[in-house]
């Protein structure tokens, strides 16, 4: 023990950020470092023989740093050094003690094993003994290096096919578990001096029919289609010999589908032909269809349609809610891609997931997911039982994530051009929407506000969309209100415009409100019902991204008045462009403003 270590006996590196730290600073000496090091290795290697001979007394934290040291600092000696003491550590009572010693050891073992010079001293069979002591510490610390140690050792028998079969047998194949930890570290490790797919390809042959697993199998083919190195009759091989087994399941099969691509079809057929009365392989079967969506062929997938929808139908009992969860994951992922999909195609699946949600056995809350895909929909392939089924579910409901999808969908077909709805359908809808503003969820309100801007009555839409949405303390509800009137602005026709009060107001007259801005926190809104008072309140409102959508909404009044060759009330719209320049906001508004000012000054030459 140094003189400074007996004056101050409680001192140690205790640091872990400073320790790795000052171990980057070693990784990355400079030239000059090096040679400098290399002076002084006399001292150096009697420094860490006396260290590793002594270590009983030394600090656990201490001694694990010298061991890093020692580990990450052999290149910078001409020659091997102080292995053989390094060896004696494992003997040592500290090493048995400490799980933080163990670890550092066994992380500069396995870098030695990799290096030629340490063969003599390392050899295959006392490295194996040390690996299989190892992977089972109780430290998992320890246990997960020990399975990078035997990645080395891997590497380092390669070319020796014994050698290499011998140590996968007495350290790899002692556990399940182990197997599967040491197929993903190959797969996943960044250094190597083998290729992943090389080695994880020699691990695998040498592996029982029993130790192949699916999980197992499942990792081999990833390792081995990310390097390029898996051929079609490889899978083909790999899929005969796994399909008469029972425990292999869905898992196995789901992998190969995921790298054969010419040969899914099939695979989708012995998938479907093997599934029986376990839930389990159904919900991994939808699990990994729904991933392939894109690359299945449209006749696998109407195939897995045509499966459910019969299962559905004969047995709903069967399907508990995550069966029913990823039944309707699978066909509301199909609809998406619903104008790609053969009208026969589409008419067959729109009628099996309109059966589904019909059915009363399965969970509401899970039904949001069609309703949604339902707005996907185009004229011709909604009929108008999927059409009274959806206001019949929005009215009898309870649940808000129903009712937001619904909405959501109205939505859709309000502002596609694809759809064509009658006035009685939107008489209804609208009559609805207008109780949906005042639920108590924001959600359901944002939703309803927005939909609004189709299914309002013509000669009160736009009032009641400003009232709605000045008074509302939600946020989202506010946001979505501000967009609706945007919209409704957008589609306005000239005759439109003449017979919209609201837009014929004059500045000097309005002004019932009178920047009340009080903050959100008091809990009150003011409700205002005309133009002016709406821009004024909402330009000032405390959310940033209502602010943003009234540059739309100033936009379209200004193409509304521009449309009239009419610019009366330029003034005031420009000094709201002003205040919301101010802002950031305003910003993108700065560009036309040279152009507002041309216009407003040519009208007012024209005497308007």
């Known amino acids: 023990m140094s003189e400074f270590e007996k004056d101050n006996p409680n001192r140690q590196v205790t640091d872990d950020a400073l320790l790795n730290n000052l171990l980057t600073e070693i990784n990355t000496f400079n030239e000059k470092a090096n040679t400098e090091l290399r002076k002084r290795q006399k001292k150096f290697i009697k420094i860490l023989e006396g260290v590793f001979n002594n270590c009983e007394n030394m600090k656990p934290n201490n001694f694990s740093f010298v061991i890093e040291f020692f580990g990450n600092s052999t290149d910078f000696f001409e020659a091997p050094v102080c292995i053989k003491s390094f060896l004696t550590i494992k003997e040592t009572d500290i090493f048995e003690k400490e799980a933080l010693i163990r670890s550092s050891w066994l992380t500069a073992y396995t870098g030695f094993i990799s290096k030629e010079e340490f063969l003599e001293e390392i050899s295959s069979s006392n490295a194996r003994e040390v690996i299989q002591k190892l992977s089972n510490d109780r430290s998992v610390f320890v246990s997960r290096q020990s399975q990078l140690a035997t990645i080395a050792l891997l590497e380092r028998a390669f070319s020796n096919d014994e050698e290499f079969k011998t140590i996968v047998e007495s350290c790899v194949f002692t556990s399940s578990q182990f197997l599967y930890s040491l197929m993903i570290n190959i797969k996943t490790r960044v250094y190597y001096t083998k290729e992943p797919f090389e080695l994880s390809k020699k691990v695998y042959d040498l592996m029982s029919k029993d130790q192949k697993s699916a999980r197992i199998v499942e990792l081999y083919l990833d390792t ?92 709903p009992q069967f399907f508990n809610r995550k069966l029913q969860f990823m039944t309707i994951k699978f066909l509301t992922t199909f609809m998406k891609c619903y104008r790609s999909i053969p009208k026969d195609s589409a008419r067959q699946l729109t009628a099996t997931v309109f059966e589904i949600v019909k059915n009363s056995e399965v969970c509401e809350k899970l039904k949001y997911p069609i309703y949604l895909a339902f707005g996907k929909l185009d004229d011709k392939s909604c009929s108008p039982e999927i059409r009274e089924h959806l206001i019949d579910a929005l009215e009898k409901t309870e649940n808000w994530q129903s009712k937001d999808s619904i909405l959501e969908t109205f939505y859709e077909w309000g502002n ?50 400003i009232k709605y949405t000045s008074r509302d303390m939600s946020f989202s509800v506010r946001r979505m209100g501000v967009c609706a009137i945007s919209i409704v602005l957008s589609r306005l026709m000239i005759k439109d415009v003449e017979n919209e009060k609201l837009l014929q107001f004059n500045p000097a007259e309005e002004g019932n409100y009178r920047h009340d801005l009080s903050p959100i926190l008091e809990y009150k809104r003011t409700e205002v019902d005309n133009f002016v008072d709406f821009i004024d309140y909402m330009i000032r409102d405390d959310d940033w991204e209502v602010r943003k959508n009234m540059v739309e909404v100033i936009e379209q009044i200004l193409g509304v008045f521009l449309r009239q060759n009419f610019l009366i009330k330029y003034d005031y719209m420009n000094k709201t462009l002003e205040f919301l320049a101010e802002d950031h906001v305003g910003a993108g508004w700065k560009k036309f403003r040279p152009f507002f000012s041309d216009f407003g000054r040519f009208w007012r030459t024209c005497g308007v």
């Open 416 to 465: 596609s051009s694809r759809f064509l709805l009658d006035d009685e359908f939107k008489k209804r809808v609208g009559d609805y929407l207008e109780a949906a503003i005042e639920d108590e969820n924001p959600s359901v309100r944002s939703s309803a506000i927005r939909a609004y801007a189709f299914y309002g009555k013509k000669d009160c839409r736009l009032l009641n969309l």
């Open 224 to 315: 081995q289609t990310k390097g390029g190195k898996v051929s079609e009759e490889e899978l083909l091989d790999i899929r005969d010999e796994f399909f008469i087994r029972d425990h292999f399941r869905i898992h196995t099969l789901a992998a190969i589908l995921q790298k054969s691509e010419e040969n899914m079809h099939g695979c989708v057929k012995q998938m479907i032909a093997i599934l029986d009365d376990e839930k389990e392989p159904h919900i991994q079967f939808l699990d990994n269809s729904t991933k392939l969506i894109e690359k299945l062929q449209m006749k696998s997938k109407m195939l897995i349609v045509e499966f459910y929808r019969k299962n559905f139908k004969q047995m």
